[in-house]
């Protein structure tokens, strides 16, 4: 049986609430379909040690502050599973659980939205798939005959998987960062960290919020018709998150060159030098999670879909909300996610409405 109702949510983590929400003031109806059984999206998969960079007041969703966290200034991925799962409470969000949508459809004059519970009808549709579900790893020769560990960092949890072992971490961004620092700070591991050119630190302190601050300054300049600041970007990569200031200023966290290749029993790099390993980590980032939509045929070369705001240029019925600056400034942050959130909901309450 095919169900209708106004709007279409795919994705039920911290951008699908925020939709949900500023949908919900719109006095719209909407479903939001989430293939997690649980609330609390990505978050409830992440690493043992993880912490966010801001504290709870600049990490919040519109309409309720993320309330702190006991001796925490920082507080953890635990913490934030716990308000995502207080904040669909308490706005009463629909949120269909275990519901993976496998494809969205024109269908004479609405969309049609197919899942494995079943199928929905909407006059339109925020994807909100975000990139967890989808791990880049990067075409190095000899992956495939590398005999040892590997996994990306949707697969990490902690150092206590690794004991008495060589790690190689592979990334020079924040999830390779900490990665590599969580790993150094045991004394039973052996890591050693690889980036493809030498890791930018952000100054020492700079956290979420000087970063928001630098993301919203950008985005005034671009409306503006001012010349990009750069935004976060041009600060650097990596917060220096106390872990990663402690691994660092204990002299642990030292990258290497990018080795060229793995071997069966290691990597090795131009030149001949080699290492042995016993499990490389991928901390090589994340694409859009966008194959339900793949039968509307949206996608350019570089994978994204050409958007106005958050609206589909070639499908003004969809809107994508969450998947990072081109989807909105800041829009893949707790904090940052609000604002299109709202303008999504404006502009699809004045689309149904006309």
Not at 9 to 33: E, P
Not at 297 to 316: F, K, M, S, V
């Amino acid at each position: 049986m095919t169900q209708r109702t106004d709007v279409v949510v795919v994705g039920g983590g911290q951008a699908g609430l925020a939709a949900g929400y500023h949908l919900r003031r719109q006095g719209l109806d909407f479903v939001i379909l989430d293939a997690n059984a649980a609330p609390g999206g990505s978050w409830q998969h992440m690493w043992d040690s993880l912490h966010l960079f801001s504290p709870p007041q600049y990490s919040s969703l519109p309409g309720r502050l993320m309330p702190a966290q006991a001796r925490e200034t920082y507080p953890d991925a635990g913490h934030v599973v716990d308000y995502l799962t207080d904040y669909e409470k308490r706005y009463d969000l629909p949120v269909q659980r275990g519901t993976r949508v496998d494809a969205v459809r024109r269908d004479a004059g609405r969309l049609l939205v197919e899942a494995d519970t079943g199928a929905w009808r909407a006059r339109a549709i925020i994807s909100a798939t975000g990139s967890w579900s989808r791990p880049f790893l990067p075409a190095v020769p000899g992956r495939d005959v590398f005999t040892g560990r590997q996994l990306h960092t949707v697969n990490y949890r902690s150092p206590a998987d690794f004991t008495g072992q060589h790690v190689f971490v592979v990334g020079g961004g924040n999830s390779g960062a900490q990665i590599a620092a969580d790993l150094a700070l045991d004394s039973q591991v052996n890591v050693t960290w690889v980036t493809q050119r030498p890791p930018r630190f952000l100054p020492d302190g700079i956290d979420g919020r000087a970063l928001f601050d630098v993301a919203t300054a950008r985005r005034r300049a671009l409306e503006e018709g001012r010349s990009d600041t750069g935004g976060v970007a041009s600060l650097g990569d990596i917060v220096a998150v106390p872990p990663v200031r402690a691994a660092r200023d204990a002299g642990l966290l030292h990258a290497k060159p990018m080795f060229a290749r793995l071997t069966a029993d290691g990597v090795g790099w131009d030149g001949g030098t080699r290492a042995e390993a016993d499990a490389v980590i991928w901390c090589t980032g994340f694409r859009p999670a966008l194959s339900h939509l793949a039968p509307l045929q949206l996608r350019n070369t570089r994978g994204h879909i050409a958007t106005d705001g958050t609206r589909a240029l070639d499908e003004p019925r969809l809107h994508l909300l969450g998947y990072g600056d081109w989807t909105g400034p800041a829009s893949a942050t707790l904090i940052g996610v609000g604002r299109p959130a709202r303008e999504t909901a404006l502009q699809i309450a004045r689309q149904l409405n006309a």
